[in-house]
């Protein structure tokens, strides 16, 4: 099965065999999204929200779906060492399929239910319909083909008042055997009213596996739901990854958001927040840390719909090498969102002249009693503070590291779970210990 093949119409190599397995809807949202696809393709450069994104290296690969059966050699320290235990519950995906044998799920609290997407599939599949019966393509290609082909993920409801005090950790790990594989995890959160948790996405596989990951998580927030959420995008620089995060927020909800990206060789993560409740509150925070021929993709989306909303977004991405970066942020706020209080903000450091940032902090604004705000910085590094650090001993590669590093402290401060922090503090400062290495021709 190859993408470029579906992207030329010849959907004969996509189609999955389900053995009856799903039911009709899901039967019809699947071949929907597949004849979608077919149709009309996966995105090009003429595609404004992917304009600065060449997919091609994706599409040309001969990918294989992954199935339960790959995947068999992780083991419990592999997963370890992806993804630092946070000692709640814990659900491991394996080339997208639950790993029943390296999860555990124990200590929740009455109106708690975490479990997977097949498991849910099994027994109660309607409840699934809303989040697959949307217009095939209405968010992009890979959405619809993630439609079309997964078949697990998490799968976790609060129930009104339920309170999750441990973090539920998600880990997505990918081992290929040899053979390129594309991954379809799609994940499912409903947060029922007064409903609080925390959840950590930590996204990783073997070095130099060739394979694709395109994710898919949905998350749906009642009113006065409180929902944290984290994620570690740290797979191989031989890897692909696509991700969606998809956010419904009602009335007095709150949501936070913090990723950080280090991995893969193309990498996407697209945030679009939909703040379609009274006093609705969402946070977006990023760091992309691209190197060598690297690109991350980051691509927001929040719209206000309802009155007295508030977003606030901070990324940061530091560029080295021949390294890519893309921040494509827009915060629309329609005609009756009156009281909406919004800011964006894009930071970014270029360590090489080969280094390329895009950036397009945009608002859209469509009624006057509102107070927005967004912009972008692109620099270099300071070659005064850096000679004032040389100046007292300090050599230049240290030096560096620790204007780089005082950079993006920033965000890595903002994480406020002292073992995930603790895990990311050493591979963000490691990051840059070689930044004054020569860029090759």
Known sequence: MTLARATGGVLAGVERERDGRDPGWLTEARMAALEWVGEHGFPTHKDEDWKYTA???????????????????????????AAV??????????????????SRVTGLPTGAVVTTLAAVLAVGPDRLEPFFAH??????????????LAEDGAFIHLTSGAIVDEPIQLVFFSDTGGIPLISSPRSVIIADSGSRATIVETYAGIDTDVYCTN????????????????????????AFHVALLSVRQGRN????????????????????????????EVSLDGVYLPQGDQLHDNTIFVDHVA??????????????????????????????????????????????DRAEIDTRPRLEIYTDDVKCTHGAAVGQMDEEALL????????????????????????VDRIELEPLRAQLEPLVAGRFRKADRPVEP
């Open 55 to 81: 997919l091609g290296p994706i599409l040309a690969v001969p990918f294989d779906a992954a199935t339960v059966a790959s995947g068999s050699r992780v083991s419990a320290a592999l997963i370890d060492a």
């Open 85 to 102: 235990d946070l000692g709640g519950p814990r659900l491991v995906f394996v080339n997208g399929h639950f790993a029943a044998e390296l």
């Open 135 to 148: 217009e095939p393509g209405v968010r992009h290609a890979f959405a619809a083909f993630n439609d079309a």
């Open 215 to 238: 994710a898919v998580t949905e998350l749906v927030l009642a009113e006065d739901a409180r929902i944290e959420h984290y994620k570690v995008q740290n797979e191989p620089v031989t």
């Open 253 to 280: 909800s709150r949501f936070s958001s913090r990723s950080v990206m280090l991995g893969a060789s193309i990498a996407r993560h697209e945030v679009r927040v939909l703040l379609d409740g009274v006093g609705a």
């Open 307 to 352: 009155t007295n909303c508030t977003s606030h977004q901070l990324y940061k991405g530091v560029l080295d090498g021949r390294a890519h970066g893309v921040f494509n942020g827009q915060i629309m706020v329609r005609h009756a969102a009156d009281g909406t209080d919004a800011n964006q903000k894009n930071k970014n450091l270029l360590l090489s």
């Open 388 to 411: 004032y650090l040389r100046a007292r001993g300090i050599p230049l590669e240290v030096a560096r590291g620790l204007l780089i590093y005082a950079f993006v402290h920033e965000m």
